[in-house]
């Protein structure tokens, strides 16, 4: 049980120190349904500790969707 618990802290903590998040994560896996944007939804799949400030900041146009190019810029 512990052993389980420490697991997932670990995955926890690489994912919020994942400066090479947006390298390490295809813009295609991430737009569920694949119209070309990632929604906050979307990306929190993908990484449940991503805060929405963070989302915000890289939503340049603030159409609360991320295009391939704010997407790449996504800094965490
Ligand atoms: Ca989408
Ligand atoms: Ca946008």
Do not use: C, H, N, W
Request: charged share 25%; glycine share 8%.
């Amino acid at each position: 049980m512990s052993k389980r618990i420490a697991t997932v802290a670990l995955i926890g903590a690489l994912t919020a120190s994942g400066a090479a998040f947006a390298q390490g994560i295809a813009f295609g896996s991430v737009d569920g349904d694949q119209d070309g944007f990632v929604s906050y939804e979307e990306l929190t799949k993908a990484v449940p500790s991503i805060s929405e400030e963070i989302f915000m900041s890289a939503d340049k146009d603030s159409d609360k969707l991320l295009s391939q190019e704010e997407f790449a810029a996504l800094e965490l």
